[in-house]
């Protein structure tokens, strides 16, 4: 079945850093790759999707491509602030359903 | 535009019981999907609803089942609760033939 894979454990970084988040996935077919984004005591927000392969998802700075031939969707940002940190979760949607990984809690240090 | 919500934000309630989650979906979505979220985990798929009725469902049991009505919004229903069923409940509505979802904040359920 569907399923996604998030590198392991918390990130902390400090202000102005690169971020970057593993995320792989198995699938048949070809699914649509979604990151979503979860703040303390909130539900997901959509941060970018990507319907295809080699299509880049972009929004507030993150970006992450749709690699077919290493069945990834690494999410990154070039400098992160205090308020990004919060859970990322990498999610594949497919069969009338989102698979996501377990996510990861990037913490931002100033 | 309203997105969208689930009532109630929170709940307590003792193993044995009954529960029942509400979600209205974003405006102009037909769909509602249902996930719960356990305590540092990602969210896992309960079921989707379209059209009133139950088009796929996870791996859940029985106990877990729900219902759609004809303004597309949703409940879902759990019986005998059990201490680990303890979680954030999360519904995501979208537009049939469309994989992006959009989620409420959530309801969070303790049972003791």
């Known amino acids: 079945g569907n399923s996604v894979t998030q590198m392991e454990g918390p990130v902390t970084l400090s202000e102005e850093a690169f971020l970057t988040i593993n995320c792989t996935y198995t699938?048949?077919?070809?699914?649509?790759l979604f990151w979503y984004v979860q703040y303390p005591g909130e539900g997901l927000q959509l941060l970018l999707k990507a319907t295809k392969a080699d299509d880049k998802g972009s929004n507030k700075g993150f970006e992450a491509t749709y690699r077919k031939e290493t069945t990834s969707f690494h999410l990154e940002k070039g400098s992160v602030q205090v308020s990004d940190s919060a859970v990322y979760f990498c999610?594949?949607?497919?069969?009338?359903?989102?698979?996501f990984g377990k996510g990861n809690q990037v913490v931002v240090i100033p | 535009d309203a997105g969208v919500t689930q009532s109630p934000t929170h709940l307590i309630k003792t193993r044995g019981q009954q529960v029942t989650l509400r979600c209205s979906p974003k405006?102009?979505?037909?769909?509602v999907s249902w996930y719960q979220q356990a305590l540092g985990q990602g969210p896992q798929f309960i079921f989707q609803?379209?059209?009133?009725?139950?088009?796929q469902r996870g791996n859940f049991p029985d106990r877990f089942s729900g219902h759609q009505f004809p303004n597309y919004s949703s409940e879902l229903n759990v019986n005998a609760l059990l201490l680990g069923d303890s979680a954030l409940y999360l519904c995501?509505?979208?537009?049939?033939?469309?994989?992006?979802?959009?989620f409420g904040p959530g309801t969070r359920l303790t049972v003791l």
């Open positions: 609803y379209y059209e009133e009725e139950e088009r």
């Open positions: 995501a509505s979208s537009s049939t033939g469309v994989d992006t979802q959009y």
């Open positions: 405006s102009g979505h037909d769909t």
């Open positions: 999610a594949l949607g497919g069969n009338n359903r989102l698979a």
């Open positions: 699938a048949t077919g070809y699914p649509s």
